[in-house]
């Protein structure tokens, strides 16, 4: 049984505090018909806190979809909050996360935020060295509102990703980078030094959208300075968006759609930048095959659509990547990379066997 504290504003509620099992927090919209509009500081920290009145402090016990207010006060060994958090999604509505929100959240990974968030304390992320992964809901198919500001307080390498009532509008991966101070005397100048291409990427706003153009330009300078793994991950980003999102089931209704091919049409790499993206991953096509097919956090035929849209494919790694597919036992991939081939590199006459 899940458990909430809350504090009770009057027309809405802070959350304090959540208890349950498992290594997921979904955050409720609402406690007893009221709805939630804050985070508490340090709502998911292993130590609560004490910035708020205890007297002010109420608990809730959820039943079914609802929390109704509740006498019992649940045990704080079944806290929601440091070690045992994977993933946290908080609903729309929600406006505010407070201060250390997610302090020493050692193994949180993803967290998901609503369109509605328009301001968060300090130190949110501080001692969460796991988290990969942020995805944002955006009201009208822009940049969410506080997109820039929350992945720049993270530095180590993170996705972020853009969605539309659930739907996947694009996703930018931000390189890992840190900074040192270094002096230069006897000026005792102090050199702020950066290393890493994450800073520069992290850069890429401008009045809190993010510019898409700029961030294709650095691509030539993360060849250079990041990780070929890193560097393929960013180009698959990029070229995800050769395909319409939701291109094979478009089922939205017609202002909503109308949105996503805006997003569409601003978001999407130009042919320059599509060319230089494809370029360097056909460089290495065995390590992309192996990347894209041992991945299990989708089917891999949503990246080999993507890569077929963006002009990937040629007849020598169509065949490296049949290969690949074959070894890993990827049956799918191997019928749709199969298909490409007979499509776009048909065998000219009758193959001759010798007996």
């Known amino acids: 049984m899940d458990y909430v504290e809350y504090i009770d504003c009057g027309e809405y509620l802070i959350l304090y505090r959540m208890y349950g099992g498992g290594e997921e927090a979904f955050v409720p919209a609402f406690v007893d018909g009221k709805p939630v509009r804050e985070l508490a500081d340090h709502v998911f920290a292993e130590e609560a806190s004490g ?19 509740s006498d019992v006060r649940p045990s704080d060994e079944e806290v929601l909050c440091a070690g ?39 130190g949110l992320f501080t001692a969460c060295p796991a988290i990969r992964r942020m995805v944002f ?6 940049t969410p509102f506080l997109l820039g500001e929350i992945i720049g307080a ?57 510019q898409f153009r700029r961030y294709d330009a650095l691509f030539p300078l993360s060849i250079a300075q990041e990780s070929p793994e890193t560097c393929r991950k960013i180009a698959m980003d990029r070229l ?38 494809v370029e360097y991953l056909q460089e290495n096509p065995e390590a992309l095959a192996g990347e894209i ?8 035929e949503e990246e080999l659509k993507a890569l077929e849209a963006a002009g990937y494919f040629t007849a ?24 490409v081939k007979r499509e776009r590199f048909p065998e000219s006459g009758r193959r001759k066997y010798e007996f």
């Open 137 to 142: 809901e955006s009201a009208d198919g822009g």
């Open 84 to 122: 045992k958090l994977r993933l946290v999604e908080i609903p729309e509505g929600v406006e505010e996360i407070g201060s250390y929100a997610f302090y020493g959240c050692y193994y949180l990974k993803e967290i998901r935020f609503p369109s509605s968030l328009r301001r968060t304390g300090s």
């Open 240 to 277: 995800r968006l050769m395909r319409m999102p939701g291109e094979d089931s478009p089922e939205e209704p017609a202002g909503q759609r109308a949105l996503i091919e805006r997003s569409f049409r601003e978001s999407r790499p130009a042919e320059a930048d599509r060319k230089r993206y």
């Open 316 to 339: 020598e790694n169509i065949r490296c990547f049949i290969d690949s597919a074959s070894r890993l036992g990827k049956a799918d991939a191997v019928s749709y990379l199969m298909n």
């Open 51 to 69: 910035r708020y009145r205890p007297e002010r402090i109420k608990a809730a016990v959820r039943r079914g979809d609802d929390y109704l207010p």
């Open 293 to 300: 097919l041992r991945q299990q956090e989708e089917p891999p």
């Open 154 to 210: 993270v530095t180590y390498e993170l996705e972020a990703r853009a969605t539309l009532s659930g739907k996947e509008l694009w996703r930018l991966l931000f390189p890992e980078y840190y900074e040192e101070s270094k002096e230069n005397t006897p000026a005792r100048i102090i050199e702020i030094i950066w290393h890493g291409m994450g800073y520069q990427y992290r850069n890429c706003f401008l009045s809190r959208q993010v």
